[in-house]
Structures are given as C-alpha cells and as structure tokens.
C-alpha cells in the first residue's frame, strides 16, 4: 500500500502479539553503517550494505506480511538518513495514543520529521516527546503493562513523563547492557505467556522478575548476535524470524508458533531485524 492511497488512519496497539494490521516501513534505499553504534556494525563496517540486496529483502518481507493481511505503509526514504529502515525507533502507539520519539543518537536525528509529516497528512493526532530521549526500540507493550528499556536511547526522565502521561498503565523500567542498544534486541514478548530473552544482557533480578511474569525462551549469544530475539509476531502466534536463528525458531515451534522464514541477513549487518523494520500502528 502506497503512502497517497491512505485517506484515514485508526491507530490502536495494545500488545505484541495482537493480530498486526497496519505498520509503517521504510525502504533500504540510502541504508550504510556511516558511524559505528553497535557491536554488530563494527563487525561489519568494512564491508558495509549490499543495498541492491537488503532491497530484495526488505521487499520480500512486505511482500509476505501483505500476504498475512497487513496493510504495509511505506515512508519516503530520504539519502540523509541511513538507518531510517529501523522505522520502530522513530514513534510507537500504545492504546490509542501515537508518540513521535526524540532520536537519542545524532545520526537518526531528522528521521521523526518524515513521520510526523505523514501523519500530519492523515490527520492522526500524535504527542512529541520532545523533553527527553526515548527511542520505540525500547518500548514493549503487554495490555496494561508497559516495559521500557532505560539504555543510552532511553532516559529515565522520558520513562518518568509517560507515567504521568499513562497514569493508567503499569509502566516498568528495564535495565539492561547499553551495548545492545535497545530493548528489543534482549527481550521480547510473544504472547501473554511467553517471551524471548538474551539473559546475559540483563541482571540476575530482572531475569527473575520477568520470569515470574512469563515463561523465558532464552537466546543464544550466537543467536542474539543474528537478532535471535528481534522477532516480529503478527498475531496468531505468527512470527517473522530469520531462517539462520535456527534453535530460536526451534524452540518458538516447540510452544506452538508458527515461524515465517525470511532471510534478513544483509538488514541485521547493522543491529535490527523485523521489530526493528516494523512501526506498528493498528493491532487487534
């Protein structure tokens, strides 16, 4: 679906796991690791991004969610900003309520502009949290439970204005290891009783805490290294994983989801997989 075809826009997301049908894309077109912000890229940096390649991917993707039923909106790729295919980052919905993030990192500042001029044209009212750095990478919503990563792209501060701004939710700071950038490369909720998790990143308390809340499929270091815990649920037990994150996908099976494949691999040379592609705007 072309971003002039959307005359109106419902937004409403109150999970992780709900039945996707809307997001919000953006095609690798100007993708390149340009400043070195994650373990993965320095990996990577010398031999950089096949764009030719990650297009492929990229549109293989959209093409399998739209099979799924999802409405696919594609922001216009701009040459400024080469991360701007992690559209998770720039704004999240949770209930109904659409936040445009601040971009912690300088390399991403701007991105949020694109979006916030999208929605504008659709007349979706959308709130700037514009005080203090929050990135949606770091924001996972389970009903009324809101879980944050509090990293280098998330602030207390900002944690601190959506509690007043969400008095009704349960929001919850999640520390972990700043190198892995935001939250959703670490841990990820699957369904209301169970969640992916790289325990190495997180202290021994909050990995108690969050098992007591659901039952942990763990990661890998190999495996979170291929963004074993980035995974995209669509609803229905539905999950877009990476065919190479062979024991995640394995074990998600094992509990009864079913595991799209697709191969990510020229995406993931620079720290995000299908959450981190995927800004969804409706679920239900």
Known sequence: MSIESIDSIHTSC?????????????????MAIDEIINDVQ??????????E??????????????AEGIDVITLPANASYPEQVFTRDIGFTLGNQTFVSEMASSIRQGEETVLEKWLDEH???????SQS????????????????????RTCNSAIEQLRIDLPNYEIVAVPFDPKYLHLDCVFNILSPTDALIFPLALDAETVAFLGSRYHLIEVSKEEQFTMGTNVLSIGHKKVFSLPVNAQVNMNMRSQGYEVIEVDFSEIIKSGGSFRCCTMPIARG
Do not use: W
Not at 17 to 26: A, E, F, G, H, S
Not at 42 to 51: G, P, Q, S, T, V
Not at 53 to 66: C, E, G, I, P, S
């Open 42 to 51: 320095k990996k990577y940096k010398d031999e950089n991004i096949n764009i």
């Open 14 to 30: 109150k999970s992780e796991y709900d039945t996707l049908q809307k997001v919000i894309v953006c095609e690798p077109q100007f």
């Open 123 to 129: 007349h979706v009212p959308f709130q700037k949290l």
């Open 53 to 66: 390649r990650a297009l492929d991917q990229h549109h293989d993707f959209v093409a399998k969610m739209r």
């Open 133 to 152: 750095h929050i990135e949606g990478g770091d924001v996972i919503i389970d009903g009324k439970t809101i879980y944050i990563g509090l990293s280098h």
